[in-house]
C-alpha cells in the first residue's frame, strides 16, 4: 500500500520555547488504522492540528496524497476530516445545516442522499431538524463525525473520540470506525484508552514529550514487546520456595498457593519445560496451569516511563 | 475561488440572521421610530430648518449610517468572533479555503444585513418625512460601501476580541461617538470655526456628508473627497485582514 500521508522531520516550536514537536517522521498508508498513544500534553493533538493545517509547523514537511499541506493547502485540506477532541459546535443551528455547512465549506457539490445517508449510519436521522444544544453529549460527538464525513474525507482523524463517552456509544465509535476502514478511509486516532487502540488498530504509535517513540504493527509490538506469565496452582500451598527451583524467576504468590513465572516471548527458548520438570521434581503437585499475556497497556506504560524505550 | 464554500459560510451566517428576523426588523424600526419621536418632532420643532431642509429629513441620512455602520460592525465582529468562542472555528482553518474566501463568506454576510437593515430605516423615515433622493445611484454607492467597510472592520475587531466585552469596546467607545459627532443631527456649519477643523479629523464626517449630498445635493466637504475616504478606509481594512490571514495572528498558532 502507498503511504497517503508523510510526516518528515515535523517540529512545532512556541515563541516561549516550549517544543511541542520535536521531529516527527511518520508514513500512513492507504486504508490503515493508526492509533496514537500518549500522554496528555504528549503532542498527539498538535500533531493532528499541524496536518490539518490548524496550527503552523516551525519545520519540516507533510504530504497528504502526494499534496504539500502549505503550498497545495487546497488539495491537501479537502481530502481530510476531522474530529475534534472537544465538542465545537454551533449550538442554535439544526443537525441537518450543521453537517450541509461543513460539506459546503470544503468546497463539495450538495448532496441531500450521502447526508441522509451518512445521518442515518450515525443514528441522527431522526435528530437532524433539532437544534444542537437539544442533543446529549454523545449525539454531538456523532454529528462532529458527521461533519468530518460530510466531505467525504480518504484520510479522518478522530482526536480522542471516545472521551467521556459510555460503553455503549465507544461500541458503536469502534463499528463506525471498522465500516469506515471498510470503505477504504485511512484512520489516524489519539485515544487515552489502550483498549481502544487494541481493539480496532492496525497499528500503534506511541508519542511522548512531542517524540514519536515507536510506531509498530499491533500485534508485532505486542509480540516483540509482550511478557507472558506462566501461573501454576498447587494442590498444596508450600511455606517457601523450594532450592531446587530457585535458579527459575518465581514469585510465590496466593500464600504459596501458586507460582508466577514470567518469561519473554521473544527468547529462544521460554524455559517452560526445564521449571515445569523441576517444580515436578521438587514434588509439588499442579492444580492448574494458566498464561497471562501483558496487555498494550503495560507495553504503554513501560515504553513512556522508559523502562523499554 | 471556491464559490460553494463562499456560499456555505455565506448561508450559515445568513441563518443566524433569519432566525432572529423579527427582532433584526423590528429594532432598527423602533428605534429610527424613536429618534424621529425625539429629534424629529420635540427638537426638529424647534430648529425648522437645516441648510434649506427640513430638520425631520436632515436627520435621515445620519441615521441610516449610525445604525449600518454599527450593525455592519456586530454582524461581523459577531459572525468570526463566536466560532472563536465556541471553538468552531477549528473547521473554518482545515478546510480548502483562504482567506479570502473566509472574509467575502461572512463580511459578506454582515454587509447584506447592514444594507437590508438600512433598506428598513429608509422606508420607515420615508413615513415619517418627504425624503427627496437628489443622486439615487450615488446613495447605493455610498450605503453599499458604508456597509462593506464597516463589516470589513468588524471582522478585523472579530478576529482581535479575546472576550465579549473587548467585542463591545470599539463599537460603542469610539464608533457611536464618532457618528454622533461626526455631523449625523447636524451640520457642521453649524459648530463654531475651531470646532469645523476638529471634526474634519473625524472619518465618519466624510461618510455623512457624502451619504446627505445623494439626498439633498448638499454637503459639508466635497464629495470627491467623501468617496475617496470611504474608498481608502475599505482598502485598510482589507490590508489588515490580509496580514492577519498571512501571519496567522489570534487565530493560527
Same mark, same amino acid.
Given at each position: 500500500?502507498?503511504?497517503?500521508?508523510?510526516?518528515?522531520?515535523?517540529?512545532?516550536?512556541?515563541?516561549?520555547?516550549?517544543?511541542?514537536?520535536? &521531529?516527527?517522521?511518520?508514513?500512513?498508508?492507504?486504508?490503515?488504522?493508526?492509533?496514537?498513544?500518549?500522554?496528555?500534553?504528549?503532542?498527539?493533538?498538535?500533531?493532528?492540528? %499541524?496536518?490539518?493545517?490548524?496550527? +503552523?509547523? +516551525?519545520?519540516?514537511? =507533510?504530504?497528504?496524497?502526494?499534496?504539500?499541506?502549505?503550498?497545495?493547502?487546497?488539495? #491537501?485540506? &479537502?481530502?481530510?476530516?476531522?474530529?475534534?477532541?472537544?465538542?465545537?459546535?454551533?449550538?442554535?443551528?439544526?443537525?441537518?445545516?450543521?453537517?450541509?455547512?461543513?460539506?459546503?465549506?470544503?468546497?463539495?457539490?450538495?448532496?441531500?442522499?450521502?447526508?441522509?445517508?451518512?445521518?442515518?449510519?450515525?443514528?441522527?436521522?431522526?435528530?437532524?431538524?433539532?437544534?444542537?444544544?437539544?442533543?446529549?453529549?454523545?449525539?454531538?460527538?456523532?454529528?462532529?463525525?458527521?461533519?468530518?464525513?460530510?466531505?467525504?474525507?480518504?484520510?479522518?482523524?478522530?482526536?480522542?473520540? %471516545?472521551?467521556?463517552?459510555?460503553?455503549?456509544?465507544?461500541?458503536?465509535?469502534?463499528?463506525?470506525?471498522?465500516?469506515?476502514?471498510?470503505?477504504?478511509?485511512?484512520?489516524?486516532?489519539?485515544?487515552?484508552?489502550?483498549?481502544?487502540?487494541?481493539?480496532?488498530?492496525?497499528? =500503534?504509535?506511541?508519542?511522548?514529550?512531542?517524540?514519536?517513540?515507536?510506531?509498530?504493527?499491533? #500485534?508485532?509490538?505486542?509480540?516483540?514487546?509482550?511478557?507472558?506469565?506462566?501461573?501454576?496452582?498447587? %494442590?498444596?500451598?508450600?511455606?517457601?520456595?523450594?532450592?531446587?527451583?530457585?535458579?527459575?524467576?518465581?514469585?510465590?504468590?496466593?500464600?504459596?498457593?501458586?507460582?508466577?513465572?514470567?518469561?519473554?516471548?521473544?527468547?529462544?527458548?521460554?524455559?517452560? %519445560?526445564?521449571?515445569?520438570?523441576? =517444580?515436578?521434581?521438587?514434588?509439588?503437585?499442579?492444580?492448574?496451569?494458566?498464561?497471562?499475556?501483558?496487555?498494550?497497556?503495560?507495553?504503554?506504560?513501560?515504553?513512556?516511563?522508559?523502562?523499554?524505550? | 475561488?471556491?464559490?460553494?464554500?463562499?456560499?456555505?459560510?455565506?448561508?450559515?451566517?445568513?441563518?443566524?440572521?433569519?432566525?432572529?428576523? !423579527?427582532?433584526?426588523?423590528?429594532?432598527?424600526?423602533?428605534?429610527?421610530?424613536?429618534?424621529?419621536?425625539?429629534?424629529?418632532?420635540?427638537?426638529?420643532?424647534?430648529?425648522?430648518?437645516?441648510?434649506?431642509?427640513?430638520?425631520?429629513? $436632515?436627520?435621515?441620512?445620519?441615521?441610516?449610517?449610525?445604525?449600518?455602520?454599527? /450593525?455592519?460592525?456586530?454582524?461581523?465582529?459577531?459572525?468570526?468572533?463566536?466560532?472563536?468562542?465556541?471553538?468552531?472555528?477549528?473547521?473554518?482553518?482545515?478546510?480548502?479555503?483562504? $482567506?479570502?474566501?473566509?472574509?467575502?463568506?461572512?463580511?459578506?454576510?454582515?454587509? !447584506?444585513?447592514?444594507? $437590508?437593515?438600512?433598506?428598513?430605516?429608509?422606508?420607515?423615515?420615508?413615513?415619517?418625512?418627504?425624503?427627496?433622493?437628489?443622486?439615487?445611484?450615488?446613495?447605493?454607492?455610498?450605503?453599499?460601501?458604508? *456597509?462593506?467597510?464597516?463589516?470589513?472592520?468588524?471582522?478585523?475587531?472579530?478576529?482581535?476580541?479575546?472576550?465579549?466585552? /473587548?467585542? /463591545?469596546?470599539?463599537?460603542?467607545?469610539?464608533?457611536?461617538?464618532?457618528?454622533?459627532?461626526?455631523?449625523?443631527?447636524?451640520?457642521?456649519?453649524?459648530?463654531?470655526?475651531?470646532? /469645523?477643523?476638529?471634526?474634519?479629523?473625524?472619518?465618519?464626517?466624510?461618510?455623512?456628508?457624502?451619504?446627505?449630498?445623494? $439626498?439633498?445635493?448638499?454637503?459639508?466637504?466635497?464629495?470627491?473627497?467623501?468617496?475617496?475616504?470611504?474608498?481608502?478606509? !475599505?482598502?485598510? *481594512?482589507?490590508?489588515?485582514?490580509?496580514?492577519?490571514?498571512?501571519?496567522?495572528?489570534?487565530?493560527?498558532?
Amino acid at each position: 500500500m502507498p503511504a497517503i500521508l508523510t510526516i518528515r522531520d515535523l517540529r512545532k516550536s512556541y515563541a516561549d520555547g516550549f517544543e511541542a514537536l520535536k &521531529s516527527v517522521s511518520l508514513d500512513i498508508d492507504e486504508g490503515e488504522i493508526l492509533a496514537l498513544l500518549g500522554p496528555n500534553g504528549a503532542g498527539k493533538t498538535t500533531l493532528i492540528s %499541524t496536518v490539518c493545517g490548524i496550527i +503552523t509547523p +516551525t519545520s519540516g514537511s =507533510v504530504t497528504v496524497g502526494g499534496h504539500d499541506i502549505l503550498d497545495d493547502f487546497r488539495a #491537501a485540506r &479537502s481530502l481530510i476530516g476531522l474530529v475534534p477532541q472537544e465538542i465545537n459546535l454551533e449550538p442554535f443551528e439544526t443537525v441537518w445545516n450543521t453537517v450541509r455547512f461543513s460539506r459546503g465549506l470544503f468546497g463539495k457539490s450538495r448532496n441531500d442522499a450521502l447526508l441522509e445517508d451518512i445521518l442515518r449510519k450515525l443514528s441522527l436521522w431522526d435528530k437532524r431538524k433539532n437544534r444542537i444544544m437539544e442533543l446529549s453529549g454523545g449525539m454531538k460527538r456523532r454529528v462532529l463525525i458527521a461533519k468530518a464525513l460530510s466531505h467525504e474525507p480518504r484520510v479522518l482523524f478522530l482526536d480522542e473520540p %471516545t472521551a467521556g463517552v459510555d460503553v455503549e456509544l465507544r461500541k458503536d465509535m469502534w463499528e463506525i470506525v471498522a465500516e469506515l476502514k471498510a470503505s477504504g478511509v485511512t484512520i489516524i486516532l489519539t485515544t487515552h484508552y489502550i483498549e481502544e487502540a487494541e481493539a480496532i488498530a492496525d497499528r =500503534v504509535g506511541v508519542i511522548a514529550e512531542g517524540k514519536l517513540m515507536l510506531v509498530e504493527e499491533k #500485534a508485532q509490538l505486542m509480540a516483540r514487546m509482550g511478557q507472558k506469565q506462566l501461573e501454576v496452582q498447587l %494442590t498444596e500451598p508450600v511455606a517457601a520456595l523450594p532450592e531446587a527451583l530457585a535458579h527459575h524467576d518465581l514469585q510465590l504468590v496466593n500464600g504459596g498457593g501458586a507460582l508466577v513465572y514470567t518469561y519473554d516471548t521473544r527468547g529462544e527458548r521460554t524455559g517452560i %519445560t526445564a521449571l515445569l520438570n523441576d =517444580v515436578a521434581q521438587a514434588g509439588l503437585v499442579l492444580a492448574d496451569v494458566q498464561t497471562r499475556q501483558s496487555s498494550l497497556e503495560d507495553i504503554f506504560v513501560g515504553l513512556v516511563s522508559g523502562e523499554t524505550a | 475561488m471556491n464559490w460553494t464554500a463562499i456560499g456555505a459560510i455565506y448561508r450559515f451566517e445568513m441563518a443566524r440572521f433569519f432566525r432572529t428576523l !423579527t427582532q433584526s426588523f423590528l429594532s432598527p424600526v423602533l428605534s429610527t421610530s424613536l429618534y424621529f419621536v425625539v429629534f424629529g418632532a420635540a427638537i426638529g420643532s424647534r430648529i425648522d430648518q437645516v441648510e434649506g431642509i427640513d430638520y425631520g429629513a $436632515f436627520i435621515v441620512p445620519g441615521l441610516i449610517m449610525l445604525s449600518v455602520m454599527t /450593525q455592519a460592525i456586530s454582524n461581523a465582529s459577531f459572525g468570526i468572533y463566536f466560532p472563536k468562542f465556541i471553538g468552531t472555528i477549528y473547521e473554518l482553518l482545515s478546510a480548502p479555503v483562504n $482567506f479570502l474566501e473566509i472574509v467575502l463568506g461572512y463580511v459578506g454576510a454582515a454587509a !447584506t444585513k447592514a444594507l $437590508f437593515i438600512g433598506v428598513v430605516i429608509l422606508a420607515t423615515a420615508s413615513l415619517f418625512v418627504d425624503l427627496p433622493i437628489a443622486h439615487p445611484l450615488a446613495m447605493v454607492l455610498f450605503m453599499l460601501l458604508t *456597509c462593506l467597510s464597516f463589516a470589513l472592520l468588524g471582522f478585523i475587531i472579530g478576529i482581535w476580541a479575546g472576550n465579549f466585552e /473587548q467585542l /463591545q469596546l470599539i463599537p460603542l467607545m469610539v464608533v457611536t461617538p464618532l457618528v454622533f459627532l461626526g455631523g449625523s443631527f447636524y451640520s457642521i456649519s453649524m459648530l463654531p470655526p475651531i470646532w /469645523q477643523k476638529i471634526t474634519l479629523f473625524n472619518p465618519v464626517v466624510y461618510l455623512i456628508s457624502g451619504f446627505r449630498w445623494a $439626498f439633498f445635493d448638499t454637503a459639508d466637504v466635497p464629495v470627491g473627497l467623501s468617496l475617496l475616504a470611504i474608498g481608502g478606509f !475599505t482598502v485598510a *481594512c482589507i490590508a489588515v485582514i490580509w496580514w492577519i490571514f498571512k501571519t496567522g495572528w489570534r487565530i493560527r498558532s
